[in-house]
């Protein structure tokens, strides 16, 4: 697909996060010399067409603090995992949580879920109170501690 003039320049102020106010749309409107509802017109445009899939946010854990992040992998049987993702995903402490496929034999494992920590023990009892608080004392999971980040930003699109 062709962009215009206008969608590049709009895409290219977006890739790189929204401005941190309380009208981002109306601030990048100023930079592209169109009104907010243009721009929100535009962004929608931008979506209808596939260009744009998605806007997420991006967490930088350890500039806040978190340095103990842990993926919890559970082997959950697949009549359970819709219910027990539900269950796990109302916990403030869960930040993402999805199922994926098993790849057996190596690999049990249909759901995963994220909690991040200022330190490890303290993850480790949020777990213990998860487990806890859903009954999952049955369910098999392991706890795998991040070692490295990498890619913390938003999409490029241009």
């Known amino acids: 697909m062709v962009l215009n003039d206008t969608e590049q320049q709009l895409i290219g102020l977006i890739q790189s996060g929204l401005p941190l106010c309380s009208r981002p749309w109306a601030e990048i409107g100023q930079q592209l010399n ?51 993702g539900e269950a796990l995903g109302r916990h403030d402490c869960v930040t ?27 993850v480790l009892e949020t777990i213990d109170e998860l487990v806890e608080a859903e009954g999952l004392q049955d369910i098999a999971h392991e706890v795998l501690f991040s070692g490295e980040r990498f890619k913390q930003r938003g999409a490029k699109y241009l």
């Open 96 to 122: 993402l949580c999805y199922q994926r496929p098993r790849r057996l034999p190596q690999w049990p494992y249909n759901l995963f879920c994220m909690i991040h920590g200022k330190d490890r023990e303290r």
């Open 34 to 84: 169109l009104a907010e509802s243009e721009v929100l017109q535009q962004v929608r445009s931008l979506q209808e067409r596939g260009l744009i899939k998605r806007f997420g946010l991006v967490v930088r854990h350890h500039e806040l603090g978190y340095t103990a992040n842990a993926m919890v992998v559970w082997d959950v049987p697949d009549d359970q995992v819709r219910q027990v």
